[in-house]
T-cell receptor, first 111, second 115 residues
Framework: GESVGLHLPTLSVQEGDNSIINCAYSNSASDYFIWYKQESGKGPQFIIDIRSNMDKRQGQRVTVLLNKTVKHLSLQIAATQPGDSAVYFCAENNAGNMLTFGGGTRLMVKP | GAGVSQSPSNKVTEKGKDVELRCDPISGHTALYWYRQSLGQGLEFLIYFQGNSAPDKSGLPSDRFSAERTGGSVSTLTIQRTQQEDSAVYLC?????????????FGSGTRLTVV
């Protein structure tokens, strides 16, 4: 089974609120992490990444936090908008050459 | 092309028939991956090609599944004697280097329905 993430939970937030999507990983050798956004009928799209020598990285309205001590990754979306509604996947790159994907979280934004 | 292109976008086939799914990666990307995504589920790794190396087939669910990559570019995923449980979205991705430290660019997928 997957070493990253949980089995597709759903997060419902009010438009304008901040969203926090969480992901747990089990491989302490993982040194690179990515968040993907998948809208209905489309393939996953890269949002933001972070390497293990960092614990925080910010993009436009998004922030990724990495806690290596507890092997936890989170994606924070500021001022969530209806266009943010999608499934979000975390992925890890460990000693191998491939990404291992989590089960995904569905984000629903209420107007 | 500008992105990863997959065809067809939708495919309905009868149980027992063979199907071929095509992926055109981004020009210059040496790594190509196939994933399967069942309805409402996560991404299941199928197979990985890197340059001229032997592919990593460790994710293929049965010997009915095979894939090839010709000329280091276009890839075809073939499913023989399709079963209803093969119904899913098949996603292709490519990356410039081997996976470590680089993200993938995904295509929009092929939705396969076996009836």
């Amino acid at each position: 089974g997957e070493s990253v993430g949980l089995h597709l939970p759903t997060l419902s937030v009010q438009e304008g609120d901040n969203s926090i999507i969480n992901c747990a990983y089990s491989n302490s050798a993982s040194d690179y992490f990515i968040w993907y956004k998948q809208e209905s009928g489309k393939g996953p799209q890269f949002i933001i990444d972070i390497r293990s020598n960092m614990d925080k990285r910010q993009g436009q309205r998004v922030t990724v936090l990495l806690n290596k001590t507890v092997k936890h990754l989170s994606l924070q979306i500021a001022a969530t908008q209806p266009g943010d509604s999608a499934v979000y996947f975390c992925a890890e790159n460990n000693a191998g050459n491939m990404l291992t994907f989590g089960g995904g979280t569905r984000l629903m934004v209420k107007p | 092309g500008a992105g990863v292109s997959q065809s067809p976008s939708n495919k309905v086939t009868e149980k027992g028939k063979d199907v071929e799914l095509r992926c055109d990666p981004i020009s210059g990307h040496t790594a190509l991956y196939w994933y399967r995504q069942s309805l409402g589920q996560g991404l299941e790794f199928l197979i990985y090609f890197q340059g001229n190396s032997a592919p990593d087939k460790s994710g293929l669910p049965s010997d009915r599944f095979s894939a090839e990559r010709t000329g280091g570019s276009v890839s075809t995923l073939t499913i023989q004697r399709t079963q209803q449980e093969d119904s899913a979205v098949y996603l292709c991705a490519s990356s410039f280097q081997q996976g470590r430290g680089y993200g993938y660019t995904f295509g929009s997928g092929t939705r396969l329905t076996v009836v």
